[in-house]
């Protein structure tokens, strides 16, 4: 079965600096994947997804994503970030024969002052 | 406005007495799905939902029942709630020309059991 894997469960960064938050998946065929967001005490929203075609996917908020299949990764980055980017982001795999996601243990992404 | 709401926002309650987390969406969307979320694990699917009367296991459907008697409603039941399903729950949407498409998640609903 697909998955991913998040080996940071958090990342301290300050406000303006760059932040690279890191998703590997395992190795498939084909291979769609995604970055949701949670913001404190909030559903998740869809940030970015990778379905084809570029292998950087830009989103919202500016965030991005590049997709490397040697690498088997899929790590977003934002060049400069906001005190409002302090949430959780969790990395997604569609897996089941494409009916469900499988999420990530998720990074928690903390922006100081 | 587009939205999945669920309800309540916040249970407390006891070992053993049944309980069911509501959850609509008023999107005409064909899939929906429950997943909880517990520190460390993520999101883990519980059940979900393809179409009305159409429901499959996810990874962790044990202790759980669910229902799809109208396109827009899915609740999570617990029949007999144990300690060990203190969780935070979403469910979420998304039409069903493509599960590719964004599902939408509700705000939440965390749950105490003790």
């Known amino acids: 079965a697909q998955s991913v894997t998040q080996l940071d469960s958090q990342v301290p960064v300050f406000e303006e600096a760059p932040v690279e938050l890191r998703c590997n998946y395992s190795?498939?065929?084909?291979?769609?994947l995604f970055w949701y967001v949670q913001y404190p005490n909030q559903g998740l929203q869809l940030l970015l997804k990778y379905l084809s075609g570029s292998t950087l996917v830009k989103g919202i908020n500016g965030f991005e994503a590049e997709f490397n299949k040697s690498q088997t990764s899929f790590h977003l980055r934002k060049p400069s970030v906001h005190i409002s980017d302090t949430a959780e982001y969790f990395c997604?795999?569609?897996?089941?024969?494409?009916?469900?996601?499988?999420f990530g243990t998720g990074t928690q992404l903390k922006v100081e002052l | 406005e587009a939205q999945v709401t669920q309800n309540p926002r916040y249970l407390i309650t006891v070992t053993g007495k049944k309980l069911t987390v509501t959850c609509s969406q008023n999107m005409n969307h064909e899939y929906m799905s429950w997943y909880r979320q517990d520190p460390g694990l993520g999101l883990r699917q519980i059940y979900y939902s393809m179409n009305v009367e159409v429901t499959d296991k996810g990874d962790v459907p044990e202790g759980y029942k669910v229902s799809r008697k109208e396109k827009r409603n899915f609740p999570l039941i617990l029949e007999s709630p144990s300690p060990n399903q203190t969780s935070l729950y979403f469910c979420?949407?998304?039409?069903?020309?493509?599960?590719?498409?964004?599902?939408?998640f509700g705000p939440g609903t965390r749950l105490l059991v003790l």
């Open positions: 190795s498939s065929v084909s291979v769609y």
């Open positions: 979420a949407s998304s039409s069903i020309r493509s599960v590719l498409e964004t599902q939408y």
């Open positions: 997604a795999v569609l897996t089941g024969g494409g009916n469900k996601l499988t």
